[in-house]
Nanobody, 125 residues
Framework: QVQLVESGGGLVQAGDSLRLSCAAS?????????TGWFRQAPGKEREFVAA????????DYADSVKGRFTISRDNAKNTVYLQMNSLKPEDTGVYYC?????????????????WGQGTQVTVSS
């Protein structure tokens, strides 16, 4: 069993930065394929934001966040981070981290096994 706990959300102004954390308990990253971040805005579907693979640490990003967001990990702390810079109002939503155990479509939320409860990010204009 794995538990994921997100933190670091808040209310910021456009152009500001936030760093989200996803702390995992239970099985370590080395037993997984990748950890991803998703977000869900009110009235919209949950969408892929970024992911990092355990083996090699390669990353993927949604086009909407490329160049502004950076995903990273600390294996010793069993934690994945999402550094968000130059935030925009359209980045507003609940941010979730999730873990998957096999390759495939990193954008497909149905392929992630474990999810956190989410942390709210609100960006005002």
């Amino acid at each position: 069993q794995v538990q994921l706990v997100e933190s670091g959300g808040g209310l910021v102004q456009a152009g500001d930065s936030l760093r989200l954390s996803c702390a995992a308990s239970g099985r370590t990253f080395s037993s997984s394929y990748a950890t991803g971040w998703f977000r869900q805005a009110p009235g919209k579907e949950r969408e892929f934001v970024a992911a990092i693979r355990w083996n090699g640490g390669s990353t993927d990003y949604a086009d909407s966040v490329k160049g502004r967001f950076t995903i990273s990990r600390d294996n010793a702390k069993n934690t994945v981070y999402l550094q968000m810079n130059s935030l925009k109002p359209e980045d507003t939503g609940v941010y979730y981290c999730a873990r998957r155990y096999y390759p495939g479509d990193l954008y497909a939320r149905g392929e992630y096994r474990y999810w956190g409860q989410g942390t709210q990010v609100t960006v005002s204009s």
